[in-house]
Structure formats: C-alpha cells, structure tokens
C-alpha cells in the first residue's frame, strides 16, 4: 500500500464533501476520520488534515464546523 500525498487526500476531501453536498455544513473531525479510514498510512497530522478540509470546504460553499473531540 502507497502512502498518499497531500495531493491525494485533497481529492478524498473533495469527493467526501460532494458525496455530502447535501449538508451545507462539514465537520472537520468527521472529514479527518473519513481521511484516516481512506489513507491509514497517511503521514500527514490531523491539523494537517484539517487544513486541507477547511480549505476545500471554504472553496466549496461549505460552512465550517471547528469541532474539537470531548474528554
């Protein structure tokens, strides 16, 4: 299995967001385990990550949901 790069994980992003176009508001930590479940080698860190989702989403027309796990 390949490592991807963070070229690849914005596409998994970008088709993520339109497979949920429905939902005009995207939660970077669902979007993040998603990314993790698609790319389990993924050397990128979860900020990372979250970057990549917030960018994608704001470019999109998604509204932002900053959530931080509980505990």
């Not at 992003?13 to 939902?23: C, E, P, T, W």
């Amino acid at each position: 299995m390949q490592k991807p790069n963070s070229l690849d994980v914005r596409q998994a992003i970008v088709g993520y967001l339109i497979d949920h176009v429905d939902n005009p508001s995207v939660s970077i930590l669902e979007v993040t385990i998603a990314v993790r479940e698609m790319f389990p080698l993924c050397d990128l860190t979860d900020w990372q990550i979250g970057d990549l989702i917030a960018r994608s989403a704001i470019d999109a027309g998604f509204v932002i949901d900053f959530d931080a796990p509980s505990g």
